[in-house]
């Protein structure tokens, strides 16, 4: 028999008494699919399920300092919300749990769930649960960026699309990439914070050079009589590096970034896999926009950061 210790799943060392905006998961026990189903990439709510979505609406009533965002989500056997936690809350006696006012809150809409879940097994005849209804702790995020926060949205928005992609599904066929994306943001914020959340540098040191190789892409775009109209645009399928705009034309940029020409040109690895899906990534941004009647033209950004200085190269029209 194997044995584990328990992880916490919050940031060592974080203030979350600090305002900022929280991505919160809470998961039911043994993943047991209490809340409803997903049938045709929709889901189908149980009458536990819109229970769980009544009590995530009377969050803001409850506590006056926390916003719950429109977008949240009841899945078969869990739920996805934002909350935006003001820093009024740090010191009322708001919820009545102890502990930091993120746990209090979550703690709070656990509570009141699970008391109207066992009413609904002793009166409307609700599948039982055994021992708890809730996983003991939570899962949460917190977000650093406005980038961030469109991406979890959209993964909220499309989390029944993505069920069989879903590490809480048991018979999930394939790892979903926004698990991947959001595990590369697992890391202690630094002491700074702005508006909207503390503010933290990205943890994979690829992530940081592509970042960084995307500063100088969009800096040049801009000396040339670019109009740059989105950075990192995130859907369900994917995410665009930039979006543009040069004369009445949308550009849509693919950023490639390298330290060396030991594996050839940046712009040699914008394979033929890689422009179809631009293309489709392209066609979704201009339908959302509803800008299906604009010229369009993909470019590709090679930038080499061997040497003294950085080399960055716009190929027009590459594909």
Partial sequence: ???????????????????????VTVCVQRR???LGTVIGGAMRLSPAGHMIGKWW????????????????????????????????????????HAGPPLQRVVQWFKTMTTNEYIHGVKERGWSPFKERLWQRSF?????????????????????????????????????????????????????????????????????????????LAAA??????????????VTSLGEIDLIARQGKVT???????????RFGNPQESVHRGKQAKLRRLADYYLKAKRLTDAPVRFDVVAVTLAGDEPQVEIIQDAF
Wanted: proline content about 8%; overall charge negative.
């Fill in 1 to 23: 028999m194997i044995f584990w210790q328990r992880e916490s799943p919050r940031l060592p060392d974080y203030d979350y008494s600090q305002e900022g905006a929280y991505f």
């Fill in 32 to 34: 047991q699919a209490l």
């Fill in 57 to 96: 609406s009377e969050l803001e009533r409850k506590f006056p300092s926390v916003k719950a965002d429109p977008y949240h989500v009841v899945m078969p056997n869990h739920f996805h919300g934002i909350l935006f936690i003001s820093e009024a809350i740090a010191s009322g006696p708001e919820g009545g």
């Fill in 139 to 215: 899962y949460d995020h917190v977000i650093r960026t406005e980038e961030a926060l469109n991406r979890i949205r959209e993964y909220i928005r499309t989390n029944p699309q993505r069920w069989d992609l879903d590490r809480e599904n048991p018979r999930a066929r394939d790892k979903d990439e926004f698990d991947c994306w959001l595990a590369t943001c697992k890391t202690r914020p630094i002491t700074a914070t702005r508006r909207g959340g503390p503010v933290c540098p990205p943890s994979d040191p690829r992530r940081q050079l592509g970042d960084y190789g995307e500063d």
């Fill in 220 to 233: 040049a775009l801009q000396q040339q009589g670019y109009k740059i109209l989105e950075r990192n645009y």
């Fill in 251 to 261: 550009v849509f940029v693919e950023v490639k970034t390298r330290t060396g020409s």
